[in-house]
């Protein structure tokens, strides 16, 4: 079907009376799915239709399917198996589908593959203008907060970075110690000249010397039963660490190879020395692998994430049913709202708010111009480089200082050190 026939199929006049056998049953004249459908033909699906191809057999009207789960979702319902029972069963869902009987695999491959965040954007977007035509909405003021939502992740499979860190030093202090076997295999046998292979050096990862002095601050606040220093600082590994290590097993190989050792595998057979430093070599390769890819998946934004959902970050949630501060995974979810509709969602895995406003404010700039006026937002959002964005694009703050409720206290008032209590004075016609 030609993209435009989607078009002509979904919107032509169709009848609002369902002919039953035994009798007839009509919509109320006010039911929401005329507006939904008065509303959708203004909006331009061809950001979801680029997603369809004109080619092959053809499948559901991918603006019906938009529609159903549009209107589901203005029911209230949001499981899949609902809204395939309410297609067979609902009159104004029977309506949209003009008969048809879409299943759950339908319903999955559109919301999963085909209803991207980009073409979900592009038509709310459109919306969002519909109403600042209707005078609903101006789109130069923005209220922004957020809330953190729990993902739908095990909660003890967590990954930190200061964990990785503390397990890298020991490590890396096995590897420096195999380098060091190494060179010393080599030189006891003679196979450096024979082979013409060099001393290995052991690789350098930046950043870990300031691990290691935190690993010592730490042991020593253990035994005085100081807290300790959070351990998260940012390593890199590169590819050639692991690539270094790869090259020393292909020495040993190589002069297996040469010498006629044979590499013994199962229960009762005793490995030659070669064979054993070469599986301690290949055993630590791999898990400095590991822990690169699990640096990798962390980025630099974050602390942590969970084994089961790579994007989620452990998080203080304000429901604590055992009062002890756990953490769990989750993501913040930030909403940008005026006149009580939502402009604009945006979901991070940051577990801070103050990293998420100039987000929003981009994705208001990209998808409206420079209409932005004003932004009203909670202290959670007061930090030094989001007022900087605001005053450089000249919109106007109205966020809570974080300081707000301490500089009410009379000792705030009184403390002279402070820069907001100090007077001006002029001597002699110089100023101070």
């Known amino acids: 079907m030609q993209k435009q026939d989607y078009y002509n199929d979904f919107f032509e006049i169709g009848q609002q009376k369902i002919n039953f056998s035994f009798f007839e049953l009509n919509l109320p004249d006010d039911d929401p799915v005329y507006t939904l459908k008065n509303v959708m033909e203004e909006l331009d699906f061809s950001g979801l239709l680029a997603c369809y191809s004109d080619k092959g057999r053809t499948g559901y009207n991918p603006i019906m399917l938009y529609a159903v789960v549009t209107y589901a979702n203005m ?64 789109l130069k003021e923005l209220y922004i907060d957020g809330t953190k939502i729990e993902a739908n992740a095990n909660r003890y ?75 998260n600082t940012i390593i890199e590994i590169d590819h050639c660490s692991p690539l270094e290590i790869l090259k020393l097993q292909k020495n040993l190989m190589r002069i297996a190879e040469g010498e006629g050792i044979r590499f013994v595998f199962g229960k009762g057979k005793h490995k030659p020395e070669i064979q054993k430093l070469y ?62 509709f939502i402009v604009h969602g945006y979901v991070s895995n940051d577990r801070t708010d103050y990293n998420t406003l100039i987000p929003v404010l981009e994705k208001h700039r990209n998808a409206f111009g420079d209409t932005l006026e004003a932004v009203t937002a909670d202290s959670g959002y007061c930090s030094e480089k989001n007022l900087v964005y605001l005053k450089e694009n000249e919109i106007r703050s109205y966020i809570k200082l ?16 402070k820069y907001s209590n100090m007077t001006y004075t002029v001597f002699e016609d110089e100023h101070y």
């Open 75 to 138: 029911r209230g319902v949001r499981a899949v198996d609902r809204i395939v029972d309410l297609c067979q069963r609902d009159l104004a869902f029977i309506w949209l589908t003009k008969g048809q009987k879409p299943q759950r695999d339908v319903f999955y491959d559109f919301k999963g593959k085909k209803l991207t965040g980009e073409a979900l954007d592009e038509l709310n977007y459109q919306f969002m203008r519909r109403l600042e035509k209707e005078g609903l909405i101006t």
């Open 279 to 340: 599986e301690e070599l290949e055993e630590c390769g791999s898990r400095l692998m590991e822990y690169k890819e699990c640096f990798e998946i962390m980025g630099k934004d974050r602390n942590s994430y969970s084994k089961t959902d790579l994007e989620a970050t452990f998080m203080r949630m304000k429901e604590d049913h055992m009062l002890n501060g756990q953490l769990k995974p989750a993501y913040n979810v930030q909403i940008a709202v005026e006149n009580y």
């Open 402 to 417: 974080q300081d707000h409720e301490k500089r009410k206290t009379r000792a705030y008032k009184e403390d002279i050190g």
């Open 157 to 231: 499979t967590f990954v930190w970075r200061g964990s990785l860190n503390y397990h890298l030093v020991k490590l890396l202090d096995s590897i420096d110690a195999l380098y060091a076997k190494y060179n010393a295999f080599l030189l006891e046998n003679g196979y450096g000249p024979k082979y013409d292979l060099g001393d290995a050096h052991m690789f350098v990862i930046e950043g870990m010397d300031k691990v290691r002095k935190v690993i010592a601050e730490n042991r020593k606040r253990k035994l005085t039963k100081h807290k300790k220093i959070s351990n």
